[in-house]
């Protein structure tokens, strides 16, 4: 099956400092990717669907200014969480739509602990 | 919203089939139900996903009743590996739809 990367798999940041997680689709073009965030013993919510080459949309409740993201090419998107605090510690797990079959592949999630 | 209701939890034995159920008593004829598994700490894998007819592959069977209302997916001889939280999703065929998570079914396999 297609493959999705994120970079970093797992950080720890001090309060107030910014994060930058990147989402990759390896073998695959994706104009569509999503970010999710999970807290502990919830299910994922999504956070805001991106798409290469315009801005990103956000879901209800999700601050556009604090979670920055970026779709530059057809394989990157990244995610960057501003100024970041302890309620912000989640795990963040990206998404990438085929192109070509319209299917949805996941990233292995990137675990962000805010100190 | 999520369309699905799923029960919380199950057990099943090692070695034995494990059928999970799924109600998606809203479903529309252009939505698929698509069934993906989240191990611990990991992103979401896809299983299976059908319209209307039962669908197999290598991972499991995926049953849908003839009102297309409710679905179950089967996992035919479950090993500890298996264990998981499994998510029944609809979405629309052309998959322009988002992909929304519910509460899942928490299964654990037993040796």
């Known amino acids: 099956g297609a493959v999705v990367s994120q970079h970093p798999s797992w950080v720890i940041c001090k309060s107030g400092t910014s994060v930058k997680i990147e989402c990759r689709s390896l073998?695959?073009?994706?104009?569509?990717m999503f970010w999710y965030r999970q807290f502990p013993k919830q299910s994922l919510m999504l956070m805001a669907t991106?798409?290469?080459?315009?801005?990103?949309?956000?879901e209800q409740g999700v601050e556009k200014d604090k979670f920055l993201i970026n779709h530059a090419s057809l394989t990157l998107s990244t995610l960057t969480v501003t100024s970041a605090h302890p309620e912000d510690s989640s795990f963040y797990i990206c998404?990438?739509?085929?192109?070509?079959?319209?299917?949805?592949?996941f990233g292995p999630g990137t675990r962000l602990t805010v100190l | 919203d999520a369309k699905t209701t799923q029960p919380p939890s199950m057990d099943c034995a090692e070695g034995r089939a494990a059928n999970l159920p799924c109600n998606h008593s809203?479903?529309?004829?252009?939505?698929?139900v698509y069934w993906y598994r989240q191990i611990h700490s990991q992103g979401p894998q896809y299983i299976i996903h059908?319209?209307?007819n039962n669908e197999t592959n290598e991972m499991a069977s995926l049953i849908i009743t003839e009102d297309r209302k409710s679905s179950t997916l089967i996992l035919p001889h479950a090993t500890l590996r298996d264990t998981a939280v499994y998510y029944c999703?609809?979405?629309?065929?052309?998959?322009?739809?988002?992909?929304?998570f519910g509460q899942g079914t928490r299964l654990t396999i037993n040796p």
């Open positions: 998404s990438a739509r085929d192109l070509t079959s319209g299917r949805q592949f």
């Open positions: 073998d695959f073009q994706a104009t569509t």
């Open positions: 991106s798409n290469e080459g315009s801005k990103a949309t956000y």
């Open positions: 809203t479903i529309s004829g252009n939505e698929y």
């Open positions: 059908g319209l209307k």
């Open positions: 999703i609809v979405r629309d065929i052309q998959g322009a739809q988002k992909l929304v």
